[in-house]
């Protein structure tokens, strides 16, 4: 906004606690947190701030779900006729993709931790729908629908809180007649559970230096389609991932296909973004490998129903952050728990806001408020997520380093010594390279030609945005914030042909021809959220803020 601009005041609300974000971690958190209170009874006040429109708007995940943490917190869940665990997992299978073929690896090869059997299919979305409801249930304020924008310092340098974002900005920065001042919710203690790559988050770990001690952080891009199947080809409990092809053996990542109930499956694709090639992109290498004739036969005559995508933290135990900082914690994806090899983070994403919760409970208990809960930060890695993660610590950077074929070897072999034995031969390997600057110069690349869509099995990326649901109010600031115009065309179209056209999975970016010259052009009203830009970027000019509130994907059931 122009200098000239005076904002009022923000309103203000006080709670014991405030957690961004209303996924698996927050819910989780804020239900553990008032399950103690019952238990002790004291009263502590918590509220949740979820930018989606709705709790679950914004979720994407693949997705299989270890039950531990709701085991936890609700012992009795499986009693509970609403619960959105419906299918569980029957059958299991690993496969290897050749361009025409598939190889089924046998069970008995795979590490215990990788077996699902136990598991359950979900939608996420709806898990956090059905979290919302009990944490409702219990006193928790859940505000859809509010971006937190702004983290709240006192003059110690302590966080109190977090404001959220002013509405009725227009594009060109200035108050509309339709502004509104965002909320400042203070706290004693705050939890930021925004998910991958979270700008709030990204803010707390430079200024309190969070990663000084921990490897670089490292993400790939997980692309999701949700299709209705003909009822003869479902087979409800199936789990399904692969590996290989459509990808080269130097580019990791790999595949999931489940079958949900009301003969629905999920599938998706994942791409390491440490990957090479500026020509190479997710979406294109997601709609091809539905061709394949080990995949294609499943969604013949089917209705595909829903699409997304989101980055998915892959950087495992040694990137994970110093997880506190003066006034409260990163729990969840913002944290980085996901289990790489096992596809999955949700449980650990819960287990960290549990725990997470005991902790600010006892801090709250004894008179605290305002300063570092260094209790959880000292405490996870013996916890359960802790040992969830210590055994898979080397499959992505063996993956990473030595190929698909011998990296994903050693990666067995690495977890079943973990798993047995309990040590590594190969101790802690490093990541290497941001997955910014693992790009080469496009001259030092191969183009890849795509095959056209068949609006069949393949889509291209407008009509599969269209299916997300998702919409920006038009006149507002735009929220991909480009910090070098100059250096995105000398750099990203000038030595590596423009990449931010192909691993962006809604198509928010275009270099257009206007009077002779290239323009780089960004359709944020495209955006699903899914912050690859923010990290693949190889100059990492591009940044990803929050839009308005209620602004992004409306994921249905995803």
């Not at 296909?257 to 990957?275: A, I, P, W």
């Not at 899914?530 to 059931?557: L, M, Q, R, S």
Request: glycine share 12%; charged share 25%.
């Amino acid at each position: 906004m122009s200098e000239a601009a005076v904002l009022p005041e923000r309103d203000a609300m006080e709670f014991d606690v405030v957690i961004v974000g209303a996924g698996p971690a927050g819910l989780c958190a804020a239900i553990r947190l008032k399950e103690i209170a019952a238990e002790t009874g004291r009263e502590i006040s918590v509220v949740v701030l979820e930018k989606g429109s709705e709790v679950g708007a914004h979720i994407l995940s693949g997705a299989i779900v270890d039950p531990i943490a709701i085991d936890k917190i609700f012992p009795d869940w499986r009693d509970d006729p609403t619960h959105p665990f419906k299918t569980p997992v029957t059958n299991d299978h690993f496969q290897v993709l050749g361009p025409a073929g598939a190889i089924t690896l046998p069970n008995f090869m795979m590490p215990k931790l990788m077996n699902n059997h136990g598991n359950y299919i979900v939608s996420l979305g709806n898990v956090c729908r059905w979290l919302a409801a009990k944490a409702e249930g219990l006193g928790v304020e859940i505000y859809p629908g509010f971006a937190a924008s702004e983290i709240l310092y006192d003059d110690a340098g302590n966080v109190i809180g977090v404001a959220t974002g002013d509405m009725g900005v227009g594009r060109d920065g200035e108050p509309k007649d339709s502004f509104t001042r965002g909320m400042a919710l203070l706290a004693k203690y705050t939890l930021i559970g925004e998910g991958v790559r979270g700008s709030l988050a990204k803010q707390l770990i430079s200024r309190y230096k969070l990663d000084e001690d921990c490897d670089v952080p490292k993400f790939g891009i997980g692309i999701k389609e949700l299709w209705q199947v003909d009822p003869k080809k479902h087979k409800p409990g199936s789990v399904r991932h692969s590996f290989g092809w459509p990808l080269d053996l130097k580019t990791g990542g790999g595949s999931f296909l489940y079958h949900m109930e009301d003969n629905q499956v999920v599938v998706g694709f994942v791409v390491h973004l440490n990957y090479e090639n500026p020509y190479l992109s997710p979406f294109e290498e997601f709609q091809r490998f539905k061709t394949h004739p080990a995949i294609r036969d499943v969604f013949e005559g089917g209705k595909r129903l829903a699409y997304g995508a989101r980055a998915i933290t892959e950087g495992g135990y040694q990137s994970v952050p110093k997880l506190t900082f003066p006034g409260g914690a990163l729990i969840g994806c913002s944290a980085g728990f996901v289990n790489v090899p096992r596809i999955k983070g949700s449980h650990n994403a819960m287990l960290s806001g549990e725990l997470a919760a005991e902790v600010i409970a006892d801090c709250l208990a004894a008179g605290r408020a305002h300063d570092e809960p260094i209790e959880y930060e000292t405490g996870w890695r013996k916890s359960l997520v802790g040992k969830d993660l210590v055994k898979v610590r080397n499959v992505k950077p063996l993956w990473s380093k030595l190929g698909t074929v011998l990296g994903v070897a050693l990666g067995g072999l690495d977890m079943w010594t973990n798993e047995l034995f309990g040590f590594s031969f190969f101790g802690t390997l490093k990541h290497g390279k941001s997955d910014a600057k693992s790009l080469k110069p496009a001259d030092r690349c191969k183009p890849i030609v795509y095959p056209k869509p068949d609006g069949k099995i393949s889509f291209d990326r407008l009509s599969s945005v269209f299916l997300s649901n998702t919409n920006h109010e038009e006149d507002q600031p735009i929220h991909l914030k480009l910090a070098d115009p100059a250096l995105q065309k000398s750099s990203e179209l000038g030595t590596y042909a423009g990449p931010s056209t192909r691993y962006c999975p809604a198509g928010v970016y275009e270099w257009m021809e206007k009077d002779g010259d290239k323009v780089f052009v960004i359709n944020s009203q495209n955006c699903v959220h899914c912050k690859t830009c923010d990290i693949k970027d190889p100059n990492g000019n591009i940044t990803w803020t929050t839009p308005e509130g209620a602004g992004g994907p409306n994921y249905p059931n995803m």
